[in-house]
């Protein structure tokens, strides 16, 4: 079942089981205090329900380093660890082991980091690849941040070597 709540702003998913996954707080008081609320809809609607081992599974956070990122060369310079499939998906997929994070990569220069369970996560991992992956990879020379135009210019650049 999913129920949804307008403050703060969240969706809940029930589960049979007796979970629920609580999705959109803008931070963990936030999140506490959802799902608080839902616990309490729930046993208003006469279902028997308590709220206990409250947890933090998934932080998702965004950053902007302002330039675009030059996203095939990223991923051929560090095949194991980066996916980039234009035609699929418009970012390059950048997976770290310590912390176990996921970097969104995309050319605009916005980053979407997923997977992390503690804010203090989110900070070290976004450190450790900055130079190596971000600032390495910064374009200088094409300053447009359009993800459909850089694929069709990255396609022709191809063409032109073969």
Known sequence: MTIRIR?????????SSGNIVCTGSKNIDESLLACRKYTRLLQNAGIKVSFKDFKIQNIVASVAVNFPLKLHELAESNGPYVSYEA???????????????????????????????????????FLCIYEPFILKYRDTENLNTSSSTYRTTSKKRKHDFI
């Open 7 to 15: 403050n703060p702003k969240t969706t809940a998913l029930t589960f």
């Open 87 to 125: 035609s699929l998906f418009p970012g390059a997929v950048l997976r770290v082991s310590n912390p176990k994070v996921v970097f969104l990569l995309f050319r605009s220069g916005k980053i979407v980091i997923t997977g992390a369970r503690d804010i203090e996560d989110i900070k070290r991992a």
